[in-house]
């Protein structure tokens, strides 16, 4: 298998495109081009006749290679090449005999990156597809060591990152081939766990693969323990004889020099087997220390993905997911003063959740200002005001003329960008929100965009008058607006 495999950011772009160029368009010329292997700087397509290609070529290329390095950061060609489509005959098609058979090409094919939100219907739909195709599964109680919250179901996709849910759900439709390993990584809070147990809940409900989940600190444990009983090849059987090896927070075995060693071995033999392992770790495996480089390579060698803080609104729609499932009646004005005040990761968003639950169980409804009064502690310093950056958004966009959409968006005219860093420097101003998420809420954007733009307009400022009668203007009108 090539070291490359680049279907995620494939299917990222086809999707990308509907906002461009139309959902109709998409339709008619891509849903034809079948996404079929990747080397390092090349995506092979295949398309149904020349004619077709040669259309394609001429229309899209250009775009879709643009696209490519804008994505990946480096240049990524795309060939393609011409393969008739199978008989539609049901006799031609051979019968499916695996447990899990891969999803059918035209599904695999333009997977769409799910947009929104409340539910997920990719991965209600691989579920499906996967029970349609697969031997009918058994019900079966809850994996034992798997926590049967964690689905895909459950988990709301982030709009500007659906890379890690989509490359998940993909590695639980055809374990052990797409992405090995896959390594899922990001800050405490944001989901990993439940990305990585969902793959096994997935597998564990569609196949009969045997999964394993170990956080690294019981892979640790065990190790030490078999060592010491002199019982290391109990040790091997149950690691090395997993379909699926699912290792939590690898973070942890810095410094660990004997573990590191056994997971090495473990994790060759699987791989070997093309058996599927996926991994978590808080940060990029680069930034782990007393690693030893061959591990590292190990970890890196499939797909690694980074889980950010998700944007408001993925905040506001995993709360109303959760209200929704759990039937928790709170206001939507609660919803939206919690995702704005909640920042830092999810758990902390369930965590003001459950204090309003139980608030309400206990002595009555929810109103705004109880929820404020009782989440005061929790959202840290109280924000001045409560202004948030979106009020402060929707009153620059409207001085400047500009779409509020755009404003988030990624144009870089003038015209648009002059009003962005303004709408940063109120930010900064008017809220005690950090640049790190201030960016998140400028539409996932780095902190040092927004510092970036904060500096420019403190300079212009300085020299510049009218800015200064503009910026007092505009904060008049963010501070009524709140009222
Ligand atoms: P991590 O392993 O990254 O520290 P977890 O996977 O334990 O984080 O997630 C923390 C909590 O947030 C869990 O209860 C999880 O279900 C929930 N959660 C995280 N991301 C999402 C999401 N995108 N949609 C719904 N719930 C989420
Ligand atoms: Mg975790």
Request: glycine share 4%.
């Amino acid at each position: 298998m090539s070291g490359s495999d680049y279907r995620v950011f494939w299917e990222e772009i086809v999707n990308e495109l509907k906002n461009e160029i139309g959902e109709e368009e998409v339709a008619m010329w891509f849903s034809r081009i079948v996404y079929e292997r990747s080397s390092d700087t090349v995506i092979f397509l295949s398309v149904p006749t020349a004619f077709y290609r040669d259309k394609v070529q001429v229309r899209y290329q250009m775009l879709i290679e643009k696209k490519l390095l804008e994505l990946l950061g480096s240049p990524i060609r795309i060939e393609f090449e011409i393969k008739a489509p199978p008989p539609q005959s049901s006799e031609a098609v051979p019968p499916r005999t695996e447990v899990i058979s891969p999803t059918p090409a035209v599904q695999t094919r333009v997977q769409p990156v799910v947009k929104h939100t409340h539910t997920n219907p990719a991965a209600e739909t691989a579920l499906h597809t996967q029970q349609r195709t697969a031997a009918a599964p058994r019900e079966k109680e809850k994996h034992p060591l798997l926590n049967d919250r964690y689905t895909f179901e459950k988990f709301v996709i982030d709009v500007d990152n659906p890379l890690p849910a989509n490359a998940a759900i993909a590695v639980s439709k055809n374990p052990g081939t797409a992405y090995n390993p896959l390594l899922i990584y990001g800050g405490v809070g944001l989901g990993k766990t439940h990305l990585m147990q969902a793959i096994g809940n997935a597998l564990y409900r569609n196949t009969n693969l045997k999964i394993l989940y170990a956080p690294a600190e019981t892979f640790t444990n065990e190790y030490i323990e078999h060592v010491n009983k002199n019982k290391m090849n109990e040790f091997k059987n149950k690691y090395r004889k997993a379909d699926v090896l699912l290792l939590d927070d690898i973070h942890f075995l810095e410094k660990k020099e004997g573990t590191q060693e056994e997971l090495f071995h473990t994790f060759n033999a699987l791989y070997e087997s093309n058996k599927q392992i996926v991994f978590t770790c808080d940060r990029p495996v680069e930034e782990l220390k007393n690693l030893t480089d061959r591990l590292r390579s190990r970890f890196t060698r499939g797909l690694s993905i980074d889980l950010k803080i998700p944007s408001y609104e993925t905040r506001c729609a995993i709360l109303f997911k959760k209200l929704q499932d759990e039937h928790i009646a709170i206001p939507d004005e609660v919803v939206h003063l919690i995702a704005r005040n909640i920042s830092s990761n999810i758990r902390d968003l369930e965590s003001a959740l459950t204090k309003l639950e139980a608030y309400s169980e206990l002595t009555g409804p929810i109103t705004f200002e109880i929820a404020q009064r009782l989440l005061q502690d929790t959202f840290g310093s109280p924000r001045q005001h409560n202004i948030s950056v979106d009020a402060i958004l929707k009153t620059v966009a409207d001085y400047f003329n500009i779409s509020y959409i755009d404003l988030k968006g990624k144009k870089r005219t003038k015209n648009i960008s002059f009003p962005r860093q303004v709408a940063m420097y109120l930010a900064r101003e008017m809220t005690e929100l950090s640049t790190t998420e201030i960016g998140v809420e400028l539409g996932g954007r780095d902190h040092t965009t927004v510092m970036h733009g904060q500096q420019k307009i403190e300079t212009q400022l300085a020299i510049e008058p009218a800015l200064a009668v503009t910026i007092a203007e505009l904060k008049k009108r963010i501070t009524n607006a709140n009222k």
